[in-house]
């Protein structure tokens, strides 16, 4: 049973930074990249970032470039998000999200999390 | 910049069809695969609809998506709609190795 669990929200004030997690069980994490999206409250969806298999390529939504870093850790199957210089437009659920096929960054997302909400306020 | 435009809402009574249209501004939609997600209040998204057309399994025949070139757009048509179908669609393509969601419809079925 597949199952990703994000971790690492809160409040957090403008310009400082927080990090997320994603712990992923129930597949072969090693073998899939993997993308965070989010969310806005009341508002669509929006993707951020995402990461290959092996950690080797990432990539960023222009909104979060040079201010975001997306990361892995296979030995212990978790994802990272780091933000900084956080915005008040930042304030979101954050949900990790896994690709259908393993290796093929753009297959849809079969799976997500149930997300993280990041608030961010003074 | 690569964008995909949706109608914000659409309500149908149950029983009827419905069509949610997802329109590119650039480029040929036809050229990337177009997803779409939905996501019913509280909840995490979930495919309907990948590859343009495909339904993953568990979703009903009654959920089809298919892609229009000539008007760059892609649309999901939900067939005798359910109470349990509403919620908010969102379809998804690519920019690059980048994703771009829609803005989501939100679909009502009263």
């Known amino acids: 049973q597949v199952h990703l669990e994000e971790s690492g929200g809160g409040v957090v004030q403008p310009g400082r930074s927080v990090r997320l997690s994603c712990a992923a069980s129930g597949f072969t994490f090693s073998t899939y990249g993997m993308h965070w999206v989010r969310q806005s409250p009341g508002q669509g969806l929006e993707w951020v970032a995402a990461?290959?298999?092996?950690?080797?390529?990432?990539f960023y939504g222009e909104s979060v470039k040079g201010r975001c870093t997306i990361s892995r850790d296979n030995s212990k199957k978790t994802l990272f998000l780091q933000m900084d210089s956080l915005k008040p437009a930042d304030t979101a659920v954050y949900y990790c999200?896994?690709?259908?096929?393993?290796?093929?960054?753009?297959?849809?997302?079969?799976?997500w999390g149930q997300g993280t909400l990041v608030t961010v306020s003074s | 910049k690569f964008m995909l435009t949706q109608p914000h809402s659409v309500s149908e009574s149950p029983g009827k069809t419905v069509a949610i249209s997802c329109t590119g501004n650039s480029g040929d939609i036809g050229n990337n695969f177009v997803q779409w997600y939905q996501q019913r209040p509280g909840g995490a998204p979930t495919t309907v609809i990948f590859?343009?057309?495909?339904?993953p399994s568990g979703v009903p025949d009654r959920f089809s998506g298919s892609i229009d070139t000539s008007s760059n757009s892609a649309s999901l048509t939900i067939s005798g709609l359910q109470t349990e179908d509403e919620a908010d669609y969102y379809c998804q393509s690519y920019d690059g190795n980048n994703r771009v969601f829609g803005g989501g419809t939100r679909l009502t079925v009263l």
């Open positions: 999200a896994k690709p259908h096929q393993y290796y093929d960054m753009r297959s849809y997302f079969d799976y």
């Open positions: 590859e343009d057309s495909e339904r």
């Open positions: 990461i290959s298999y092996d950690g080797s390529e990432t």
